[in-house]
C-alpha cells in the first residue's frame, strides 16, 4: 500500500486551525517556561550555590513543563489528539495540522540533533508511528540570552532547510500575519513577505541557524 502525501499548509490555510488554538498554545508554552524560571529560582538557593545549567537541560525542563500543560489544556478538546509518537509529544490538530514543541533559535530553527526522525520531520516526509497527512509543524519559544523571559511565541514550518513559513503569535495584526514564502498571491503579501524577510535576516546575523550537535533534542 502506497503512503498517503503529506499536506503542506501554507500559513493562510493553516491559520484556519490555528487561530481557535493560539491563545492556548501560548499559555502553555509560557507556562512551562514560568515553571523552569521558579525551578531556577529554588535550585539557586540550596547549599552550593548557582547552578549552571547547560541549554540542553533548560530546554528539556521547559519542554517536560509545556508537556504538562499540554495535557491539562488539550486533551478535552474535540478534534484534538495528543500523544507520544514514536517518542515525540504532540498535538493532532483536526488532522490537518501536527504540532511538536520547540526551543527555537533567533532565524526560528528548531534546536535538535539531526537524527534521521529529526531529518524526516523536517522534510515534511513519512515517519512510522506518525500520521500519514497532516503538515509537521513547531510550536517553539526564543528566550533571552539568560533564560530569564521568552522574546517570543511562534509556530513554524520547514520544508528541510527551508523556512517555508512563521507565525509570531501576538506581534501581528491577523493581515500581517498572513505571510507566505510560495504564494505571492497579490501586493499585500508581497510587501509583508519583504518586512518578514528583512527580519528573519536581522535575527540570523545574531546566530548561525545550522546547529553544531551541542544543542537540546526537546
Known amino acids: 500500500m502506497f503512503a498517503m502525501e503529506r499536506k503542506i499548509h501554507s500559513l493562510k490555510d493553516a491559520?484556519?486551525?490555528l487561530n481557535p488554538i493560539?491563545?492556548?498554545?501560548?499559555?502553555?508554552?509560557?507556562?512551562?517556561?514560568?515553571?523552569?524560571?521558579?525551578i531556577r529560582s529554588f535550585v539557586n538557593m540550596l547549599e552550593g550555590g548557582v547552578v549552571d545549567y547547560k541549554p540542553r537541560t533548560k530546554a528539556g525542563?521547559?519542554?517536560?513543563?509545556?508537556?504538562?500543560?499540554?495535557?491539562?489544556?488539550?486533551?478535552?478538546?474535540?478534534?484534538i489528539v495528543l500523544g507520544e509518537f514514536n517518542g515525540v509529544f504532540g498535538l493532532v490538530v483536526k488532522n490537518e495540522l501536527f504540532i511538536r514543541?520547540?526551543?527555537?533559535d533567533k532565524g526560528f530553527s528548531v534546536n535538535s540533533y539531526f537524527t534521521l526522525q529529526h531529518k524526516k520531520y523536517l522534510a515534511q516526509a513519512q515517519i512510522e508511528g506518525f500520521p500519514e497527512t497532516p503538515t509537521f509543524l513547531f510550536a517553539g519559544y526564543i528566550p533571552d540570552r539568560t533564560w530569564s523571559e521568552i522574546l517570543g511565541v511562534y509556530v513554524a514550518c520547514w520544508v528541510n532547510d527551508r523556512l517555508k513559513w512563521v507565525d509570531e503569535f501576538g506581534n501581528y495584526s491577523s493581515q500581517q500575519a498572513y505571510f507566505d514564502f510560495d504564494k505571492k498571491e497579490d501586493?499585500?503579501?508581497?510587501?509583508?513577505?519583504?518586512r518578514v524577510k528583512g527580519k528573519i535576516k536581522i535575527r540570523k546575523q545574531g546566530g548561525n541557524k545550522k546547529q553544531n550537535g551541542s544543542e537540546n533534542s526537546q
Open 22 to 38: 493560539q491563545e492556548l498554545l501560548v499559555k502553555v508554552i509560557r507556562a512551562g517556561f514560568q515553571d523552569w524560571i521558579q
Open 15 to 17: 491559520t484556519i486551525f
Open 61 to 79: 525542563i521547559i519542554h517536560e513543563h509545556i508537556k504538562k500543560y499540554s495535557k491539562r489544556t488539550f486533551e478535552q478538546i474535540d478534534d
Open 101 to 104: 514543541f520547540k526551543k527555537m
Open 187 to 194: 501586493q499585500i503579501y508581497k510587501e509583508i513577505e519583504k
